[in-house]
């Protein structure tokens, strides 16, 4: 089943970000979080948004998934995409001493995460 779950997430991604022409082409870094009840959900959101203090990091959108019939992957708390110019951002931004130390921070109350990083197709 969780393979079947990775599959969906990585789909649904490309799909809702090969299609949406407002987005600027550049290169994605997408997370499902899954996170223990204790986690303090406003200071984790805030230190998430706070991504987009790193320069390499172009865009930060954090949101609730919601638990519909659409969605398959209920048991994840937020997805997260950050948008940077190319793939040599995310590197820089994975190193970054802020991202290390948030990580760092949320590690031990994260239950599961799925990651999945991309360039948008290029349509004609």
Do not use: W
Request: hydrophobic fraction near 40%.
């Amino acid at each position: 089943m969780k393979t079947l779950k990775k599959i969906f997430f990585i789909a649904t991604l490309f799909a809702f970000v090969s299609c949406n022409n407002t987005k600027p082409a550049g290169y994605y870094h997408v997370l499902l979080l899954e996170y223990d009840v204790n986690t303090p959900q406003t200071e984790m959101i805030n230190d998430i948004l706070h991504f987009k203090d790193i320069s390499d990091v172009l865009d930060v959108a954090i949101g609730k998934i919601e638990s519909n019939e659409r969605n398959t992957i209920t048991n994840f708390g937020y997805s997260i995409v950050l948008t940077f110019k190319d793939k040599q951002g995310l590197d820089n931004y994975l190193k970054h001493p802020y991202h290390i130390k948030t990580y760092n921070k949320y590690k031990p109350l994260i239950k599961a995460m799925y990651t999945a990083d991309f360039e948008p197709l290029k349509m004609n």
